[in-house]
Every structure is written in structure tokens, then in C-alpha cells.
């Protein structure tokens, strides 16, 4: 009996421990078979989690976001972060959609990530101290995924090691865009430069009595209703019933709503067509719009305008302006204008886009021209100041700067970082807009230079940028007020011309109807 009981206490061990072993090795394989994601979000990079399918987070060491287009960029970036890393450095953050799906995004993406490298290795090799570390920051398809990338800029703002000492970038003007950039200058006190993103919602008004929007947000680019004065002040008056507005009313596109805003001036003369509303899907899908663009198209026929205001996203101007041209109505010609958003149109059309908005072969003059505001144009100053012996300083300082820039990019001494197209003016704004962030950490920094100077230090430096602390951006002057918006920085007429298939300069237009003021001095008031 006791025979009996020792085996069978002994085999209900034996039972017992290979029960463990068994679920031990299950555990194990489990571990090694399950994706690391179980009970987590999946790594895409150091610093960057997926999240709701696309990679969120920021990044300096490398990583591209699985955006081929930029895989050269990131890397030079990556090899001169970790050239700074053991010394005395502030860091920047570039902060917009880095997971674009389109060919056209993907390469306006690259223009703008350039853009800011090479003025982080132009910063790095001049003698102002400290120096720049330069990271990626993604916050998701149209910043839908901006509250994770705020909480994380937070960190790296209060950390010794990252320094963080501002944020740019913001390429969309959409409500999540006002959302972060509110959240980063009025909680966190980051100082913010805006490069790209031109909507009035996210200025600061202008005046002495004002209490600024968002406390330390200084931009490079004009806002739309200053490019909109640039535009009327370069065409001259125009009557009413000569021009018509075509707008999106898709809400929470605050770039569209500003623009529809800004086209919408008083013009003399007798009434003109009516508004010509349409609403889009979303910013990069036509849905349904070109049924309204045909439609509307008909009604502007009917009526005596030959300039049409569109404010909308570029892949809803490129479909109207074909669909007008397709409107049989007796020989009529229309200029389109638009805002800075479409800079980069010409990268949207096909051949037979070109032959649709020429119309009949031969003619002189093309059915329909897309003609509108971009912030900058490498053929800008040598064209304005053509036959000037002795240009002004306006137009000689930033004609000096884009042969500086061009020539870095030519002898390939800041390294392989892809095609470089000067002609979208993204690449330009952008390294204008980091340009200016140095020059503040600069002068934040006058009583102690190459220390790492505090947040609040640097965004005071916005509105000493003027007169004798002006920034000579390679788009222009760059001249803040005490809002920290630029003053009547220049924008480019440029027109596509369905004759040589190419993007034209036509001219300078600005915001107060003349140059800005010698050495840039801002007048009172603003």
C-alpha cells in the first residue's frame, strides 16, 4: 500500500513538472512567433511607434518613414547630427506628414526636408554657436496624430541632452495643424517658425493692442490675405464683373477658408457672378468635383469674367482648370489665380493636360493660364533686377544668398540628398525659415555665445529680426513685427504656360504695393 502511494504521489509530480515544461516551451514559442506588438504598438525606428497603420513618432538618426524619396536626405541628416551630438547643440524639429501617398507629395516632401538640411549644414559650418541637430517629426495624414507628436516634443524640449529650442515645418493649414502649433507655443512655450503653411488662422493679428494668438509663432511666409494684396497691387484694379471666386467649402481646411477670405476684396464697378461653391472629398481626392467644375465652368461662360479666384487644394485646381477649358464658349481666354498651395502644380500634369489647357493648336494665346503666388522663385532677383547697375539691397542680398545655395547644391559638398529642384520654392522657404531660427538662437545668445540659450529667450529674439538683424533669406527679406509675421515680403507671380510646358516668372508682387522700406526697418504700427 505504501509502495502504491509513493508511485503514485511521484507520478502526479512527475505530471505536475512536465505540465510547467510544456507550458514554459509554449510561453517561449508564443514569444518568438507573435509580432512584439501583442499588448503594444509595433517600432518603426528609434522614437517612432505605429499607430493606426502609419509610423508616428520623431526621428534624427535615419529613419525615412518608409518614404524612398527621402532616404538620402534622412541619411546626410543622420551623419550630421551625429557629427554634433558630443558638442554644444540646440535641437529643431521639422514637424509634417513624412507618409505622403502621392508621387507629387512625395517629391514636395523631399524639397522641404532639403530645404532644411541644408540650412542646418550651412549653420554648422559658420561661426555661430550652438550648434544644430535637425530631427523629423511625423504627425500622421494631415496631422490627424499631432497630440502624440506634441507630447513627445514636450520631452524632448525639457531634456538637457536634446535641447529642443524649436519647431517648423507645418506645410498644411488644417484645423489639427492650429491645434498643435497652439498647444506648442501657448502650454509648452516652444517657439514655433511656420515655413510653409500661409493661412491667416495661424498668424497673429498686427497691432499694439493685440494680445498674440500664440505666444512665440513667428512665420517666414506672407499669410493669403497678404499675398492676395500682392496679387491685386501687381494686376492693378480690376473690376467686379471681370473676376469670379470658386471656393471649396470643405470644412476644417482653414488654408482654403483664408484664401476664399482673402480673394473675397471689395472691387470697383458693377457687380460681377456670384460665388461658385463646390466641396471636395478631402485634400488630395477629386471625388465628384469635376461634374461641378463642368457645371460651373458653363456659368462663368454666361458671365463676363475672364479671371477666376480658386481657392482650393492643387488637385482640384488642376481638374478645374481642365474642365474649363473644355468649355466650348467662343473663343473666351481665362486666367485662373490661385495661393502659394499650388506651388507645385506643374508636377500634377500630364501632356494631355498641357494640349487641353492650350486649346486649338497654333492660337496665340492659351484657352486657359494658371497663374498664382509662390513664396519664392530662383529667377526672382536676377529678373527684377535685370539692367540695374547697382540693384538694391532688397534684391542684391537675397540674389547673393540663392547663388550661395545654389552653388552647395551643385558642388554636392553637403553630400548625396537627391535631386535638388530650386523651382517649387519649398526647398527655399524651408532653409529661409531654419535660416531664421539660427539667426534667433544666435542673438538670444549675444552675453553668452555658444551656450544653449532658454525656450522663452529664443522666441523673444522674433521681432529683433529686422533693420540691422534682418535675415536675407534666399526668398527675400525676412523682416518681422512684433505679431512676428513677415513684413511685406515679396511673394512670385509665377504662371504656367501651357505653350513651353513650364512654370514662368512673371513678376514680384507686394503686400503693401511697394518694395519693403530700406535696411527693412519696420515702420510703427505693426
Given at each position: 500500500?505504501?509502495?502504491?502511494?509513493?508511485?503514485?504521489?511521484?507520478?502526479?509530480r512527475?505530471?505536475?513538472?512536465?505540465?510547467?515544461?510544456?507550458?514554459?516551451?509554449?510561453?517561449?514559442?508564443?514569444?518568438?512567433?507573435?509580432?512584439?506588438?501583442?499588448?503594444?504598438?509595433?517600432?518603426?525606428?528609434?522614437?517612432?511607434?505605429?499607430?493606426?497603420?502609419?509610423?508616428?513618432?520623431?526621428?534624427?538618426?535615419?529613419?525615412?518613414?518608409?518614404?524612398?524619396?527621402?532616404?538620402?536626405?534622412?541619411?546626410?541628416?543622420?551623419?550630421?547630427?551625429?557629427?554634433?551630438?558630443?558638442?554644444?547643440?540646440?535641437?529643431?524639429?521639422?514637424?509634417?506628414?513624412?507618409?505622403?501617398?502621392?508621387?507629387?507629395?512625395?517629391?514636395?516632401?523631399?524639397?522641404?526636408?532639403?530645404?532644411?538640411?541644408?540650412?542646418?549644414?550651412?549653420?554648422?559650418?559658420?561661426?555661430?554657436?550652438?550648434?544644430?541637430?535637425?530631427?523629423?517629426?511625423?504627425?500622421?495624414?494631415n496631422?490627424?496624430?499631432?497630440?502624440?507628436?506634441?507630447?513627445?516634443?514636450?520631452?524632448?524640449?525639457?531634456?538637457?541632452?536634446?535641447?529642443?529650442?524649436?519647431?517648423?515645418?507645418?506645410?498644411?493649414?488644417?484645423?489639427?495643424?492650429?491645434?498643435?502649433?497652439?498647444?506648442?507655443?501657448?502650454?509648452?512655450?516652444?517657439?514655433?517658425?511656420?515655413?510653409?503653411?500661409?493661412?491667416?488662422?495661424l498668424?497673429?493679428?498686427?497691432?499694439?493692442?493685440?494680445?498674440?494668438?500664440?505666444?512665440?509663432?513667428a512665420?517666414?511666409?506672407?499669410?493669403?490675405?497678404?499675398?492676395?494684396?500682392?496679387?491685386?497691387?501687381?494686376?492693378?484694379?480690376?473690376?467686379?464683373?471681370?473676376?469670379?471666386?470658386?471656393?471649396?467649402?470643405?470644412?476644417?481646411?482653414?488654408?482654403?477658408?483664408?484664401?476664399?477670405?482673402?480673394?473675397?476684396?471689395?472691387?470697383?464697378?458693377?457687380?460681377?457672378?456670384?460665388?461658385?461653391?463646390?466641396?471636395?472629398?478631402s485634400?488630395?481626392?477629386?471625388?465628384?468635383?469635376?461634374?461641378?467644375?463642368?457645371?460651373?465652368?458653363?456659368?462663368?461662360?454666361?458671365?463676363?469674367?475672364?479671371?477666376?479666384?480658386?481657392?482650393?487644394?492643387?488637385?482640384?485646381?488642376?481638374?478645374?482648370?481642365?474642365?474649363?477649358?473644355e468649355?466650348?464658349?467662343?473663343?473666351?481666354k481665362?486666367?485662373?489665380?490661385?495661393?502659394s498651395?499650388?506651388?507645385?502644380?506643374?508636377?500634377?500634369?500630364?501632356?494631355?493636360?498641357?494640349?487641353?489647357?492650350?486649346?486649338?493648336e497654333?492660337?496665340?494665346?492659351?484657352?486657359?493660364?494658371?497663374?498664382?503666388?509662390?513664396?519664392g522663385?530662383?529667377?526672382?532677383?536676377s529678373?527684377?533686377?535685370?539692367?540695374?547697375?547697382?540693384?538694391?539691397?532688397?534684391?542684391?542680398?537675397?540674389?547673393?544668398?540663392?547663388?550661395?545655395?545654389?552653388?552647395?547644391?551643385?558642388?554636392?559638398?553637403?553630400?548625396?540628398?537627391?535631386?535638388?529642384?530650386?523651382?517649387?520654392?519649398?526647398?527655399?522657404?524651408?532653409?529661409?525659415?531654419?535660416?531664421?531660427?539660427?539667426?534667433?538662437?544666435?542673438?538670444?545668445?549675444?552675453?553668452?555665445a555658444?551656450?544653449?540659450?532658454?525656450?522663452?529667450?529664443?522666441?523673444?529674439?522674433?521681432?529683433?529680426?529686422?533693420?540691422?538683424?534682418?535675415?536675407?533669406?534666399?526668398?527675400?527679406?525676412?523682416?518681422?513685427?512684433?505679431?512676428?509675421?513677415?513684413?511685406?515680403?515679396?511673394?512670385?507671380?509665377?504662371?504656367?504656360?501651357?505653350?513651353?510646358?513650364?512654370?514662368?516668372?512673371?513678376?514680384?508682387?507686394?503686400?503693401?504695393?511697394?518694395?519693403?522700406?530700406?535696411?527693412?526697418?519696420?515702420?510703427?504700427?505693426?
Amino acid at each position: 500500500m505504501l509502495n502504491w502511494l509513493y508511485n503514485h504521489l511521484w507520478a502526479t509530480r512527475l505530471k505536475k513538472a512536465v505540465s510547467i515544461l510544456v507550458a514554459a516551451a509554449v510561453v517561449t514559442a508564443v514569444a518568438i512567433l507573435v509580432p512584439r506588438s501583442v499588448g503594444g504598438p509595433d517600432t518603426c525606428a528609434d522614437g517612432v511607434e505605429k499607430h493606426g497603420g502609419e509610423c508616428i513618432g520623431v526621428n534624427g538618426s535615419g529613419y525615412d518613414f518608409g518614404t524612398p524619396e527621402i532616404t538620402a536626405v534622412s541619411a546626410a541628416i543622420a551623419a550630421e547630427n551625429r557629427r554634433v551630438d558630443d558638442r554644444p547643440h540646440i535641437t529643431v524639429a521639422m514637424m509634417l506628414p513624412l507618409q505622403p501617398e502621392s508621387d507629387a507629395e512625395r517629391k514636395q516632401l523631399r524639397s522641404d526636408v532639403q530645404g532644411a538640411y541644408l540650412a542646418q549644414y550651412r549653420a554648422n559650418r559658420a561661426e555661430q554657436r550652438p550648434l544644430l541637430r535637425l530631427v523629423l517629426a511625423n504627425p500622421g495624414r494631415n496631422y490627424g496624430q499631432q497630440e502624440r507628436i506634441v507630447d513627445r516634443l514636450a520631452g524632448l524640449a525639457s531634456s538637457t541632452r536634446h535641447n529642443l529650442r524649436a519647431v517648423t515645418g507645418f506645410n498644411l493649414s488644417l484645423r489639427n495643424t492650429v491645434a498643435a502649433v497652439d498647444r506648442l507655443t501657448n502650454e509648452l512655450r516652444i517657439p514655433v517658425l511656420i515655413s510653409r503653411a500661409s493661412a491667416d488662422e495661424l498668424a497673429n493679428a498686427e497691432g499694439r493692442e493685440r494680445t498674440p494668438r500664440f505666444r512665440g509663432l513667428a512665420r517666414v511666409i506672407p499669410t493669403n490675405r497678404q499675398q492676395a494684396e500682392a496679387l491685386a497691387a501687381f494686376h492693378g484694379d480690376l473690376n467686379d464683373d471681370e473676376t469670379v471666386l470658386v471656393r471649396d467649402t470643405r470644412p476644417d481646411d482653414v488654408y482654403v477658408a483664408s484664401l476664399a477670405r482673402a480673394f473675397s476684396r471689395d472691387e470697383p464697378g458693377r457687380a460681377g457672378a456670384k460665388d461658385q461653391e463646390f466641396l471636395s472629398p478631402s485634400i488630395s481626392d477629386p471625388g465628384e468635383t469635376g461634374n461641378d467644375f463642368s457645371l460651373i465652368g458653363h456659368n462663368i461662360c454666361q458671365s463676363r469674367a475672364t479671371v477666376v479666384y480658386f481657392a482650393g487644394r492643387p488637385v482640384h485646381l488642376r481638374l478645374f482648370a481642365l474642365k474649363l477649358a473644355e468649355v466650348p464658349c467662343h473663343g473666351k481666354k481665362y486666367k485662373v489665380v490661385s495661393g502659394s498651395g499650388a506651388a507645385t502644380l506643374d508636377r500634377y500634369m500630364s501632356d494631355a493636360d498641357w494640349k487641353k489647357l492650350l486649346g486649338d493648336e497654333g492660337a496665340k494665346e492659351p484657352t486657359v493660364t494658371v497663374q498664382y503666388t509662390a513664396p519664392g522663385h530662383p529667377a526672382a532677383w536676377s529678373a527684377a533686377a535685370r539692367g540695374a547697375k547697382n540693384p538694391p539691397a532688397h534684391l542684391a542680398e537675397p540674389g547673393r544668398e540663392l547663388r550661395e545655395l545654389r552653388r552647395l547644391v551643385a558642388r554636392e559638398e553637403a553630400g548625396d540628398i537627391g535631386p535638388v529642384d530650386l523651382d517649387d520654392s519649398r526647398t527655399m522657404l524651408v532653409h529661409d525659415g531654419v535660416r531664421t531660427i539660427t539667426q534667433a538662437v544666435f542673438l538670444a545668445n549675444a552675453q553668452s555665445a555658444g551656450t544653449v540659450p532658454p525656450r522663452e529667450r529664443v522666441s523673444a529674439q522674433w521681432s529683433r529680426l529686422e533693420s540691422a538683424h534682418r535675415v536675407a533669406g534666399t526668398s527675400g527679406w525676412v523682416c518681422l513685427t512684433n505679431a512676428g509675421n513677415p513684413y511685406d515680403k515679396p511673394v512670385a507671380v509665377v504662371e504656367l504656360d501651357p505653350r513651353t510646358r513650364k512654370l514662368r516668372f512673371v513678376g514680384l508682387g507686394w503686400p503693401e504695393g511697394r518694395a519693403q522700406p530700406k535696411d527693412c526697418v519696420v515702420p510703427s504700427g505693426t
